[in-house]
């Protein structure tokens, strides 16, 4: 089995590793099934790929390598029953400009959740964390923030 | 107040003023509106941002947010 895509060109498609969010994202509600793709060698982004749309993907990454707390964080905000699992993986979306890497943010108020017993996820919306909307992934020394966490 | 007992979980009522409502739908669009923003960049733009990245990973990129295959069936 195999998907087409414009980045990748055709690629294997093996069932098992396909996420399935079926709200979709949201503002792309039609796009339920992503496929997780490396960026790079020892990478800390991976490619939201969709299954539906060969031109859709998307920049994730780990939030704790942001926030090395945010799971705990956000626990109290995803312990809804409608909230997948209960050790849930979590992912969170770049935002890549542009132009200017430095300007460069993750959107840890919508943060990717998905149960990883049945590969299914959705988009939640942590309400009070606006300030996580646009987290930076630079520090204002221009030094990746990953490289120690986010200290502050 | 208690809405629903339902499997275990119970949901909580919470009267809250109108502004609240509206409060959630601006955040949700303002996260869909980001989601657009972010939605398929380039190729180029992300072996930018990997190269800009390089030698600070310290390996990290070995656990992935999500990994394949981890915690499977």
């Known amino acids: ?152 | 107040m208690v809405i629903e007992v339902k499997g275990g979980s119970v949901r909580l009522g919470v009267e809250a003023p109108a502004d609240m409502v509206v409060h959630r739908d601006e955040v949700r669009e303002r996260i869909m509106e980001e989601n657009r923003k972010a939605a398929s960049p380039s190729t180029d733009q992300v072996n930018l941002l990997n190269s800009r990245f390089a030698g600070k990973l310290k390996g990290a990129g070995a656990n992935p947010p999500n990994s394949p295959g981890e915690g499977g069936k």
């Open chain 1, 1 to 152: 089995m195999t998907i087409e895509t414009t980045r990748f060109g055709t690629i294997p498609l093996d069932p098992e590793r396909i996420l399935t969010f079926p709200e979709g994202l949201l503002g792309f509600p039609g796009h339920t099934r992503y496929l997780l793709l490396e960026t790079g060698e020892n990478s800390l982004f991976y490619w939201l790929q969709s299954i539906d749309d060969p031109a859709l993907a998307f920049v994730v990454m780990d939030p704790c390598l942001l926030v090395p707390d945010y799971s705990s964080r956000v626990q109290g905000a995803l312990s809804d029953p409608d909230s997948p699992g209960t050790d849930p993986g979590l992912m969170v979306i770049v935002t890549v400009p542009e132009a200017g890497m430095e300007s460069m943010t993750a959107n840890l108020q919508g943060p990717l959740v998905v149960c990883q017993a049945d590969r299914t996820g959705k988009q939640c919306v942590l309400f009070d964390l606006d300030e996580w909307l646009h987290f930076p992934l630079f520090a204002d020394d221009g030094q990746g923030r990953t490289e120690t966490g986010n200290a502050t």
